[in-house]
């Protein structure tokens, strides 16, 4: 009876060994990454919009309003304030801009990305397609026809797209574009949202039709300059 008593503990054992090493690895961190890094071969972070926190994207680049002027560490996921540096529009001219990068970040990685030759542009203008010098969209160059490229964007009663990257309208169904900042709710599938402002980009290599929306959602948006 011992033998038997022994047997089914060492059984049990066993099985519950078992259970334990057959579960799951515990998940691994996905460390932050680091402005540091993101500024590496002479970029500086001058902007950084946040999605979801409330705040109007377009106000606070052009004016610094609600912005913070502190530089964020990394691009961990928050609610924060957006971030601009101090007096950027007056400072801009000083700045010796070469190129300009506009680039999105989801989950700690960059999804997209737009580079621009600043040379002889102001604050306001150096978002325009004959200033693109190399984009992560195959499709998106300085050649490629565009229905709205700018910074201001399409604003309407209705609506409110700015930092718009777009090929085509058709009335929502037939709308196709690369990226834009959706400040509040409007009339087509890309511009609903639980929370805004939202950063949707085409998710694909090339510009996409919003209405499917396949498109990605962002964390931030960000502006580096080159000297």
């Known amino acids: 009876m011992l033998n038997v008593f022994?047997?089914?503990?060492?059984?049990?054992?066993?099985?519950?060994?078992n259970v334990v090493v057959a579960g799951p690895?515990?998940?691994?961190?996905?460390?932050?990454?680091?402005?540091a890094e993101l500024e590496i071969n002479g970029w500086n972070l001058v902007f950084r919009a946040t999605s979801g926190n409330g705040?109007?994207?377009?106000?606070?680049?052009?004016?610094?309003?609600?912005?913070s002027t502190t530089k964020p560490i990394d691009m961990s996921r928050t609610y924060s304030s957006h971030f601009r540096q101090e007096n950027l529009n007056s400072t801009w001219?000083?700045?010796?801009?070469?190129?300009?990068?506009f680039a999105l970040y989801r989950d700690n990685r960059e999804v997209g990305y737009v580079i621009f030759d600043a040379l002889g542009s102001d604050f306001s203008n150096w978002f325009?397609?004959?200033?693109?010098?190399?984009?992560?969209?195959s499709d998106l160059t300085k050649t490629a026809t565009y229905n709205g490229f700018s910074i201001y964007g399409d604003v309407r009663a209705t609506l409110e797209r700015r930092f718009l990257i777009n090929n085509v309208y058709g009335e929502c169904p037939?709308?196709?574009?690369?990226?834009?900042?959706?400040e509040r709710e409007g009339p087509c599938n890309m511009d609903k949202h639980p929370r805004y402002p939202q950063f949707i980009y085409a998710d694909l290599n090339s510009a996409d039709l919003w209405q499917?929306?396949?498109f990605g959602r962002a964390d931030y948006m960000a502006i580096f300059v080159s000297h």
């Not at 690895?25 to 402005?35: R, Y």
């Not at 037939?174 to 959706?182: E, F, L, M, R």
């Open 25 to 35: 690895p515990p998940a691994q961190a996905t460390a932050p990454l680091l402005v």
């Open 128 to 137: 325009a397609k004959g200033k693109v010098v190399d984009a992560s969209w």
């Open 212 to 214: 499917k929306q396949q």
């Open 93 to 101: 001219a000083n700045l010796n801009v070469t190129y300009v990068k």
């Open 6 to 17: 022994l047997t089914t503990i060492a059984l049990c054992i066993v099985q519950i060994s």
């Open 55 to 67: 705040q109007n994207v377009y106000i606070a680049w052009m004016t610094g309003q609600n912005a």
């Open 174 to 182: 037939g709308d196709i574009g690369h990226v834009a900042v959706i």
